[in-house]
């Protein structure tokens, strides 16, 4: 099977040369540990080598993201728009109150079709081969009931899969809590589970990563520590 690269330094040698095709991956962690600059690495390095992606945003602007990617990694996304190798979707949810009448199940309805068929008419119209979803915590801070927030993240991530794209989906980890998401569900959907985190080493904090979960491939099961420079992410080799 020919894997999907990743395209991060030091990531690809850790799960047999890279992702599954058609899966959906998990990028979890705390607050500042290095989600989406994971995430836009992934995107920006696969549409480089020809991989058009689509970058999904529920809590970021478009200008924000352009902004903290050009300072951060000197990466100018707008060139790829240019060239039809990225498109950039930012959704703004506007949940009607308890009062409109409409029930819960009707509105995550309404709000996650709507959103699969907006990503769905952009992996067509560029052809993409990638997509990040930024981030799922909208998705769960919005449902109370656990099996509406299962069945809205399993049509989701079933939905990507049928559009025939390889999917990173960002989750936040609560600061307190043993859980990988907000909700506790969307990682025993995912095919991979990829967690992120920022602790302290001698007298610094480091950031690391562990692959926790990789469906069909027989993954490293260290801590690897990562940095983040102006080439990209680099998993750092263990010494």
Avoid: W
């Avoid at 890279?18 to 995107?43: A, D, R, Y």
């Avoid at 950031?207 to 993954?219: D, E, F, P, Y």
């Amino acid at each position: 099977m020919e894997k999907v690269k990743t395209y991060i330094s030091g990531l690809d040698e850790l799960i047999e040369g890279g992702l599954i095709p058609n899966s959906t991956t998990l990028i979890t962690g705390k607050t500042g540990t290095g989600k989406s600059s994971f995430c836009v690495s992934f995107i920006y390095f696969g549409a480089m080598s020809g991989e058009p992606g689509i970058y999904v945003l529920t809590e970021e602007t478009v200008q924000n993201i352009k902004e903290e990617t050009k300072n951060v990694f000197g990466f100018r996304l707008e060139k790829l728009e240019e060239q039809n190798l990225l498109k950039i979707l930012a959704i703004k949810p506007e949940f009607p109150t308890q009062a409109s009448g409409i029930e819960e199940s009707k509105i995550l309805k309404i709000y996650v079709y709507d959103l699969v068929d907006q990503i769905s008419e952009l992996v067509k119209e560029i052809n993409a081969k990638r997509v990040v979803f930024d981030s799922t915590s909208i998705l769960e801070l919005f449902v109370k009931d656990k099996y509406l927030g299962r069945i809205a993240i399993t049509y989701l991530i079933n939905s990507l899969k049928e559009m025939g794209v390889t999917s990173l989906l960002v989750g936040t980890i609560p600061e307190s809590g043993e859980d990988l998401s907000t909700l506790g569900i969307i990682e025993f959907l995912v095919d991979g589970i990829i967690k992120v985190e920022f602790v302290p080493i001698a007298e610094e904090f480091k950031r690391t990563l562990s692959i926790r979960k990789m469906r069909q491939i027989n993954h490293s099961t260290f801590i690897h520590p990562f940095e983040i420079t102006k080439e990209g992410i680099k998993i750092l080799k263990i010494t």
